[in-house]
């Protein structure tokens, strides 16, 4: 596998990595990672896809090879920030973005809040909490849960990165994580995704406080639901069907689009890219094609 090169660009003063596989004569294409994540996630997808697009793939902050950032100001919308100075400084626009999970999230807002910059939009199980996680959380009072946020926040201020001894030790985690990988595919995202330590072990690249995400301050649902109805593109949702994500289609939050298709990937989990990587390029090139 021949692969991208790395580059740095700058977005509310960090430091923030993306890889970039070359064809700069080619239509644009932003691949988003998902949390806990990095941009050689994508390799796969981008080996497919490199001859016909000019491919740039981000670390998202916190994330890869990117700074983490000060505060750990990891919501969504900071995250859309840097992904909109991404397409503005590459000047990628008409842009067409996969991206996945949290990545997904970030993409389907970025498109309803600059649609006339997006060509098409691909995410994979990026609609966050089902409607019925939701309803559960709504039980509880803002007061709630902005305490239970802050003291969870407090317990885990002084959380140290896991140190695994060996690289074949991280690999198993990362199987562990996703138990549709093969062993090829485990070595590649924890080679990338792991920095060894001076004491010789290896611990994952992102910030831990990542894992905190939006907290009480995010976006509401209805928040969300109008800005995707604000998107212009076409928009293709993919879903493994043995993942937990909740069916778009059977819960109704397809409807908040105006022009979207769903797609179920048959025996693949929550990374369909990786489980069933044939099934999901078979499902994206109709959609790119169309």
Known sequence: MQGPTSHLYFSQRLRLHYVDWGNENAPALLLIHGGRDHCRNWDWVAERLRHRYHIIAPDLRGHGDSQWATGASYNEINYVYDIAQLVHQKRMAPVTIIAHSLGGSIALLYSGLFPETVA???????????????????????????????????????????????????????????????????????????????????????????????????????????????????????????????????????????????????????????????????????????
């Not at 010789?200 to 905190?212: A, C, H, N």
């Not at 993919?238 to 909740?246: H, L, P, Q």
């Open 120 to 290: 098409k939009v691909a995410a994979i199980e990026g609609l966050g909490p089902s409607p019925d996680m939701l309803e559960r959380w709504r039980q509880t009072t803002i007061e709630q849960r902005v305490r239970s946020w802050i003291e969870m926040r407090r317990e885990n201020a002084g959380r140290v990165a896991r140190k695994y001894p060996t690289i074949e030790d991280a690999i198993a985690r990362m199987k562990e994580e996703n138990t549709h990988l093969n062993d090829a595919q485990a070595r590649h995202l924890t080679i990338h995704g792991a920095v060894q330590n001076e004491d010789g072990t290896f611990s994952w690249k992102f910030d831990s406080l990542v894992r905190f995400g939006n907290g009480p301050a995010g976006l509401s649902a209805e928040d969300q639901h109008r800005i995707w109805s604000c998107i212009t593109a076409p928009v293709l949702l993919v879903r493994g069907m043995e993942s937990w994500a909740s069916d778009p289609v059977a819960d109704g939050r397809i409807a908040h689009f105006k022009n979207a298709k769903l797609a179920n990937i048959e025996r693949a989990g929550h990374w369909s890219h990786h489980d069933q990587l044939d099934a999901f390029m078979e499902h994206v090139d109709g959609f790119l094609a169309g």
